[in-house]
């Protein structure tokens, strides 16, 4: 499995412009076969990709196949890569494949079994003391509560932090419909924190 021998990126790190075009090159640098380049395109994008299948899926066990997918994918597509795009906006569609695919996939499979809640299997599976627990648990829970579009929107332009314009068109859509998407996010979120805690309006 692709993720057992990376560590996890550094905790509050935030991509930046430089860290983009970094990322970028390492990428056309394994296209040329530097398997050193290889290495560190998939440290710096792991976590991202595993928080952007996670919130793409309703299926915490999944996250991890689908990324390690998303990753056995776009290796085998590097001779595509030409840099025209930030080799994270390239990895993100990937890994959106990936997950629309697994959906496809399931459908066409009788289900064993069906979790009707994933919230709470998805609790399970972390540690309650960690630091952020709670709040991380209040997140998603907030966000199953939005149409899935603004949710994919939210996710990716507030805490994967890409660029609207990149998100545009990892989405399929104009970049003021992003915008929109993000506002109309925000907007809910308030409401229901506020509906939960009225203080929290304040």
Same mark, same amino acid.
């Given at each position: ?6 560590? &996890?990126?550094?905790? /509050? ?19 040329? /076969? +530097? &398997?050193?380049? $290889?290495?560190?395109?998939? !440290?710096? %994008?792991?976590?991202?990709?595993? !928080?952007? $299948? ?9 996250? +991890? ?15 595509? *890569? ?14 959106? !494949?990936?997950?629309?695919?697994? *959906? ?10 069906? $979790?009707?809640?994933? %919230?709470?299997?998805?609790? !399970? ?8 627990? +709670?709040?991380?648990?209040?997140? %998603? ?11 994919? &929107? *939210? ?20 970049? /003021? ?26």
């Amino acid at each position: 499995m692709i993720t057992s021998a990376l560590p &996890a990126s550094r905790e /509050g790190r935030r991509p930046t412009r430089s860290s983009d075009d970094s990322i970028t090159a390492w990428a056309l640098a394994a296209r040329r /076969g +530097d &398997a050193d380049a $290889v290495e560190r395109l998939v !440290r710096a %994008l792991h976590r991202d990709v595993q !928080r952007y $299948v996670a919130h793409l899926c309703a299926d915490p066990q999944a996250v +991890d196949d689908l990324a390690q997918d998303t990753f056995l994918r776009a290796l085998g597509s590097l001779h595509r *890569f030409e840099g025209r795009c930030s080799a994270r906006s390239w990895l993100l569609s990937i890994a959106r !494949r990936a997950v629309v695919d697994s *959906f496809r996939h399931a459908a066409k499979r009788p289900r064993l079994s069906d $979790v009707h809640d994933w %919230l709470p299997a998805a609790e !399970r599976a972390q540690s309650p003391h960690a630091p952020g627990f +709670d709040d991380g648990v209040a997140l %998603l829970d907030l966000l199953t509560a939005l149409p899935a579009e603004r949710r994919e &929107a *939210f996710v990716l332009t507030q805490l994967l932090e890409l660029p609207y314009a990149e998100v545009a068109v990892l989405s399929g859509c104009p970049v /003021g419909t992003v915008r929109s998407r993000v506002a109309r996010a925000r907007a809910t979120l308030l409401n229901l924190l506020t509906e939960a805690d009225p203080a929290a309006g304040v």
